[in-house]
């Protein structure tokens, strides 16, 4: 059905004749005479027009036409003459000879005829053959070819072609044909390939018009008719011709509603059934599938079920395609598909947890977009992204941090905290490429954010903990982690090429707001700077000296040293050694490298002197060049980018501002306290990396003002300020000088301690005539000491260690009567106040009294001034050595009056053993410890005070790690296998990993250490472990084999750490060392049976643990072990000594672990060597309701790596005495029989083998063990057996009548000795109350005797 709109205009019509005549011009002529037709029927032309055959010109033929389409155009609907008598010539125009005619203007114009005359003729064509018809459309069609050249003369016919079949819907006539799906197909992929971007809107809208005119009216498309539209879509095609996907986006919204099915149909075919053979275009469905979701989501409204059907394919590849698609649908800026189709997006998410790495990879990548976009989607994909984040494969944890980090970096507020968290995880990622992007992307976001403050204080504030977590990375022990923390750093935490004034301030208030522990990292990193600095320094120095072997083999030492310090350090040293032959060849090089170093370098001249040096190093023909980068690396370390003369002037006109208040300190997010003394701290640490920096008056103007600051840690930075940077003071600035001297006198005599010390030593460094000044310190300071003002003593005993420690030749003598009759006599030995008898073992510093604390001075004093003589003419050591040792023994009350509290007597014990271990830092001193004052002060690491034991092993391995303690002390970590808490186990193993770390790496870097191998090399610390072992006061029978399996734990806890690696066949080593040991005899008891006894039984207990353990042990051991003579006599000639000491049962108990009933204040942290095994001891409800309950801890027999894992102290939470939380331990049930009629009172810890300490008691942590029971809370009468049978370490027992003696053993009741352990003391039943725990009632249970008596000799 032709319908025909009104035709407002007609187009102009060309004559041939450069005249254009409408239908209002038109002249009337007398038609011509009529010509009979092939048909017979009389064909009439228009008038004027003479007959057009084949027999004519093509000239005349178009001028003939011409006039033809002019009667046609003009002609309308209702001519019904005009139309009867020219319907000859409309069959006519239709003949072959016009539709087939070789020239192209006579097509055109058949072709605007034909146009006409449908037209004219409409509704009905004047053509009733189908095929005629098919034969006309199609040769139509193929002149809308013509449309593709707009700069064409014949343009304007094709356009009017074009508009004539839009206009009129002349093709829908050719829907009554069967076979019109042909035509349709020519003219759409016929319109589509003349569509170009010459074409104005009106080309376009014809078209579609005509299209859409054909989807529309028709009874369906055809799927090859689709194609001819899709294909359009194709990127492919749709790069090549932008206009004809235009033009099929806008023709398919057009005619969504009549496409849609026939989308749907197609997807169908082939997503769901899978004949691909329906349509070219099925191998490009999914790319299909995008398009039209941006042209109109309508489109696919059936299609989106058949996709979540597709994404459930056992295919990996197609899901991966199905995945690609719907990230795009999902992620596009404006989808709503999310909320539209939640099973769809529900299913989506799901392909975060595909089993196929691609899949996964593919939907973290879509994460990006999606947060970008739509925001509100953020919750639905953060528990997927969190997941994702510890995903097996690196890339795809990669991933996830550059997907939050880009949306991040777009907005912050796309990105929640939680996401945040997920990319601070990854900063300790395994892998060195994920921390590096993590890392990376949170400098970027600090920068952007916090740096250059780009949206507000709110976003500022979001991400201002990204600075602290940054710089703890530095703690790591990869050298490529440490390296990234100083380049982040340097560009984006404080960036090096902002102008002096703007990097100060940005580094003083960066300063202020870091945590604790980054202020402790960044000075670190500094300090690492400093020494790299210095090993170049070094470096340089031994190129000016003449070549000798001993030089050759210095300067190779060095090269390793600083190989050390850069990424990959086997590769860095065949560069460092290349730098340095390049240093030795060219002396500017060297010019250059010395300027960078220097101390008066600037940071401008830094800069400058890196570009110059990788200038020369430079290769053009090498692009990446590995050695030129390690350079990089050395140079960007050492070269001072941040801190020069000129900075440190600026810093401290920063501090001057925060001082008057005229700083802006609040809007930086400080406030002013904070900030000065945050300021003073930073310039404390760089006067120790840039002491040259600080040398003016004007810095040492303010730093003088700051000494009269009432902070008193302002004051105390300002002087050691002093200290480190004023040698010059004296000769430079003698007004300083003169100002200085009094205030450092006035802070030694009345300061702070700490204040005190920094002004004694202030004055020993920078002063010429110090003798002079401390004994103007010394002299009134000694006379007016008074133990009756205790609070008024801590800073005079502080100063006069330090000058005594400092200038020994002055002050050892005048000091030694101070010690004599004050110290000694009148301090120590004295008790003036009575303590608060609180029942808690630890106070905080501000509760302590100030005579105890007077009392710990006077410790410290007494070891200062030991070390600064240095030698023990006079016998001071041994005195003092006895004295702390009976300090030890009392339990810190050395006058044992019973008046000083717990907390105080826990302070004295720790100030005696870390004395102790002072002085056997100095070697003079080390040689008269005996092993019994050695065994004291090991045990002070199993003290009863969770504090005192952990200080204690701080302490420890401080001086073990700088190498400043003998290799016995570190045997001491072996007693941390009784501690009952968790943690102080795991810090007690990293200690020893990192002291035995330390000490290989000596070895190896140092060639002479060898000499000193037995001092050095970590498997001589058997012997000593051995030796302290043998003397453990818990072991005292050596069959029993409950001490038998604490002594076990003990030697695995070290010889795990040590077996984990056989350097140099140390397996055996270690063996034969345990062998040759039962060769010997005890140096400390040679002819007491027991006692040699006990220290082959270890040994026994070694062999077998390290028989079991490696199967390497059995080699042969490279060298022979040579044993400390203090601890073990010569071997005999005659002495053979082959008995097995422990019998096979027992080794068998202790390598399978068979459990053992434990109290219910029993064990709690003794390991058992039995793989996978865990017994539990069921408790009652009245157990479990404490704070307190037991559980078994085992140890695998194939050796945990990890003695913290190992732990089954299920610790939810902490509390020690009133500082720190009871750790409330929970209890998990097993299948052993509970122990029943136990007491839960003071004497429960001697039940069974009550000698035993090495039988962990209840891991109180750090809690209850620490709290003591006040006399209303006593639960037992303490004038009963219990409080005899209290089991203690390390006091031999006081002189008593040989009557009272024989008592003791009759009734079993061992004497008061020692310290405590590291247990539920005896005082516990409080520490029960304390836990609103009620204790079970007393069972009519016979008591088990009492342990044996345990001695330690003490030498007096």
Known sequence: MLHLPELHERPVEDCGEGKFITSSTRMDFPATQPKPAADGKIIYYPPGVKEITDKITNDEVVKRLKMVVKTFMDMDQDSEDEKQQYLPLALHLASEFFLRNPNKDVRLLVACCLADIFRIYAPEAPYTSHDKLKDIFLFITRQLKGLEDTKSPQFNRYFYLLENLAWVKSYNICFELEDCNEIFIQLFRTLFSVINNSHNQKVQMHMLDLMSSIIMEGDGVTQELLDSILINLIPAHKNLNKQAFDLAKVLLKRTVQTIEPCIANFFNQVLVLGKSSVSDLSEHVFDLIQELFAIDPHLLLSVMPQLEFKLKSNDGEERLAVVRLLAKLFGSKDSDLATQNRPLWQCFLGRFNDIHVPVRLESVKFASHCLMNHPDLAKDLTEYLKVRSHDPEEAIR????????????????????????????????????????????????????????????????????????????????????????????????????????????????????????????????????????SHVRELLDLHKQPTSEANSAAMFGKLMTIAKNLPDPGKAQDFVKKFNQVLGDDEKLRSQLELLISPTCSCKQADVCVREIARKLANPKQPTNPFLEMVKFLLERIAPVHIDSEAISALVKLMNKSIEGTADDEEEGVSPDTAIRAGLELLKVLSFTHPTSFHSAETYESLLQCLRMEDDKVAEAAIQIFRNTGHKIETDLPQIRSTLIPILHQKAKRGTPHQAKQAVHCIHAIFSNKEVQLAQIFEPLSRSLNADVPEQLITPLVSLGHISMLAPDQFASPMKSVVANFIVKDLLMNDRSTGEKNGKLWSPDEEVSPEVLAKVQAIKLLVRWLLGMKNNQSKSANSTLRLLSAMLVSEGDLTEQKRISKSDMSRLRLAAGSAIMKLAQEPCYHEIITPEQFQLCALVINDECYQVRQIFAQKLHKALVKLLLPLEYMAIFALCAKDPVKERRAHARQCLLKNISIRREYIKQNPMANEKLLSLLPEYVVPYMIHLLAHDPDFTKPQDIDQLRDVKECLWFMLEVLMTKNENNSHAFMKKMAESIKLTRDAQSPDEPKANEKLYTVCDVALCVINSKSALCNADSPKDPVLPTKFFTQPEKDFCNDRNYISEETRVLLLTGKPKPTGVLGTVNKPLSATGRRPYIRTTGSETGSNISVNSELSSSAGNRSREQSSDISETGVSENDENPVRIISVTPAKTEPVKNKEINSDQATQGNSTERGKKRTATASGTENIHQKPEEKNVDETGPSLAAKTRRGRPPKPEPQGTTAKNEETNKPPVRGRKRAAVSQESPGSLEAGNAKAPKQQDTAKKPAAAQRQIDLQR
């Open 398 to 533: 990669h991933d996830v941090i550059v997907t939050i980090i880009t949306a991040g970096k777009r907005d912050l507020s796309l990105v929640n905290d939680q996401l945040l968290g997920f990319v601070r995880e990854r900063t300790l990622d395994k892998r060195w490429r994920v921390r590096k992007e993590a890392m990376m992307g949170l400098a970027q976001l600090y920068k952007k954010y916090c740096l250059h403050a780009e949206a507000g204080k709110d976003a500022a504030e979001k991400v201002s903990w990204i600075k602290d977590k940054l710089l703890h990375i530095y703690y790591q022990n990869s050298i490529d982690d440490k390296l990234l923390v100083e380049k982040i750093f340097a560009q984006y935490l404080v960036p090096h090429n902002l102008e002096t004034e703007e990097r100060m301030k940005c580094l003083y208030y960066l300063y202020a707001s870091l945590d604790p522990n980054a202020v402790k990292a960044l000075n670190e990193m500094w300090k690492c700077q400093n020494m790299l600095r």
